[in-house]
């Protein structure tokens, strides 16, 4: 049973270079807020197998792309399906927790997400366009994303990447949710500046979208980010589904938005623990 202060191993790599964003300002940020209620100590991913026995739970923030460390996060995960541990978030998520199949999946099951294929033989189901988005299936953080014609799609097409078309969008906008409760969003207005962020106020539809990615994922407790892309025809389209480790960009909200999303993220860890 959890001690009267819970202990938590809080996973961050304080030292990841993020492109446009500082994860050590935000999880100082976070741990200095939860220690009110928390006996909390910092620990980077690889550390987290040898450290995690010693504590009530493993609450993973911003451990940045798990490529930077996959034989420790497997050892980690292998330990914690074994042992029963606690982790927020738990690790049963279907999105980015476990690779990009999603994508496939949701645009085969005729979820409003770009159109993704990973055969030659599938190339046909993409709607036409000028330029394709080739990533891996293990990517994360743009790492391996290339900008491709149509013409050298079946030579990179082998089973190891997803193939999108290149989406003209007006902009990008994220829905951040605490267990299954909307927070807040954030939108780009230039999408050649995808992390210089700004509030944004979601319609009924907007978090009607959201939340149907929320729902599917089925995840009871943690953080999940809902990344969507404005098209040019008006609709919104699921760029990814962020339920392991999503950057929060909780500097581009005011101070009385912070504070409510830090004491719903309280709020959900105390639920978590008392489960």
């Known amino acids: ?13 304080l030292a990841y270079p993020a ?25 980077h991913p690889r550390d987290v197998r ?7 739970a493993v609450v993973v923030r911003n451990s940045g792309p798990v490529l930077g460390y996959q034989d420790a996060h497997e050892a980690f995960r292998a330990h914690a399906v074994r042992t029963g541990a606690r982790v ?17 999946d949701l645009t085969v099951a005729g979820f409003p997400v770009i159109p ?16 394709y988005v080739v990533k891996p299936r293990l990517g994360a ?5 290339r900008v491709v014609s149509a013409g050298e799609l079946p030579a990179l097409t082998d089973g ?36 210089r962020l700004q509030p944004y106020e979601p319609t009924p539809d907007d978090l009607e979208f959201a939340r149907r990615f929320i729902d599917w994922n089925g995840i009871g407790y943690g953080i999940q980010r809902v990344d969507a892309c404005r098209a040019q025809g008006g609709e919104l389209l699921l760029v ?25 993220f309280r709020a959900s860890l105390r639920r978590f623990l008392a489960v």
């Open 1 to 13: 049973m959890p001690s009267a202060r819970p202990r938590l191993l809080y996973v961050t790599d």
């Open 19 to 43: 492109r446009g964003r500082r994860y050590c300002d935000e999880d100082i940020h976070l741990t200095a807020r939860l220690r009110e209620d928390f006996d909390l100590a910092l620990c």
């Open 50 to 56: 040898a450290l995690m026995d010693a504590f009530d």
């Open 88 to 104: 927020y978030n738990p690790l049963t998520g279907h999105a980015d927790m476990a690779g990009k199949q999603y994508l496939l």
């Open 116 to 131: 993704t294929v990973d055969s030659a033989a599938d190339l046909h189901r993409l709607p036409p366009a000028e330029r």
């Open 141 to 145: 953080d743009s790492i391996g994303l």
């Open 160 to 195: 190891t990447v997803l193939v999108q078309p290149r989406v003209d969008f007006a902009y990008e906008v994220s829905f951040y949710f605490v267990d299954h409760d909307f927070q807040y969003a954030l939108y780009a207005p230039d999408p050649d500046r995808r992390w």
């Open 240 to 264: 990814e589904l962020e339920d392991l480790n999503p950057y929060l960009s909780l500097d581009a909200l005011p101070e009385a938005g912070r504070d409510a999303f830090v004491e719903a």
